[in-house]
């Protein structure tokens, strides 16, 4: 079971170039989301999806782009990259854990991270 | 004003110490109370969460919550080094799908 991957690891871009982060999960969690890490500025969510096929936005989508086309894959795309993208990626799938009168609460198991650096 | 409020730090202990972490928030909305621990270049991983006011307790770590007075608390027991990292406290509604996050509180534990 390898839980929440992220690929890569680490990326170094050009202003305006473009690219795709990859992150997979492999305990068939419904929820899944893109954050950044900034510093100072603590987890902010891009986007997320609730299921195949459906995405929605968070706190910070401009200049982002998503698809789940496959339930174990969110994958995030940048397709103009910008200076002020350089950050920390972090994807997270949620999963269920028991709450108030029957209803669970949603929390969030997260990958390794994905340093992006845009020159 | 944002919905959760966490000192950033850093905050510098030596080891043995008790240590104490808070956030406060402003959406009374929110039952479900989350800390988070990140280790340095590494993701986030739930340590403890609670949706009860008072204190829960998981060994050397004990999460408390006052809902009247809007604020929550993580406190460590005989800090070790290794308990070294950022802490993240975390929130949300009843069904909520999204968790609201404080910045995150970077923590060092000195030998």
């Known amino acids: 079971n390898a839980g929440v991957t992220q690929t890569p690891k680490f990326r170094v871009l050009k202003t305006g170039q473009s690219m795709t982060l990859l992150c997979a999960q492999d305990?068939?969690?419904?929820?899944m989301y893109w954050y950044r890490q900034d510093p100072g500025m603590g987890l902010r969510l891009i986007h997320y999806?609730?299921?195949?096929?459906?995405?929605a936005k968070g706190e910070v989508p401009d200049g982002y782009n998503v698809s789940r086309l496959k339930k174990q894959n969110f994958l995030l795309g940048l397709e103009s990259a910008a200076p002020s993208q350089t950050s920390v990626y972090f994807c997270?799938?949620?999963?269920?854990?028991?709450?108030?009168?029957?209803?669970?609460?949603?929390?969030?198991?997260f990958g390794p991270g994905t340093r992006l650096l845009v020159l | 004003q944002k919905e959760v409020e966490q000192d950033p730090g850093p905050l510098s202990v030596p080891e043995g110490a008790i240590v104490s972490l808070n956030c406060t928030y402003s959406n009374s909305a929110f039952q479900y109370f989350m800390w988070y621990r990140q280790y340095s270049r590494k993701g986030p991983e739930l340590l403890m969460y609670?949706?009860?006011?008072g204190n829960k307790e998981d060994g050397r770590f004990t999460a408390q919550v006052d809902k009247s007075s809007k604020y929550i608390s993580l406190f460590i027991r005989d800090s070790q080094p290794s308990d070294s990292a950022t802490y993240l406290c975390?929130?949300?509604?009843?069904?909520?799908?999204?968790?609201?996050f404080g910045q995150g509180t970077r923590l060092t534990i000195n030998p």
């Open positions: 305990m068939n969690h419904e929820y």
């Open positions: 997270a799938s949620s999963y269920t854990l028991p709450g108030l009168a029957g209803v669970g609460v949603e929390t969030q198991y």
């Open positions: 609670t949706y009860s006011s």
């Open positions: 975390a929130m949300s509604g009843l069904g909520a799908q999204k968790l609201v």
């Open positions: 999806s609730v299921g195949e096929g459906t995405t």
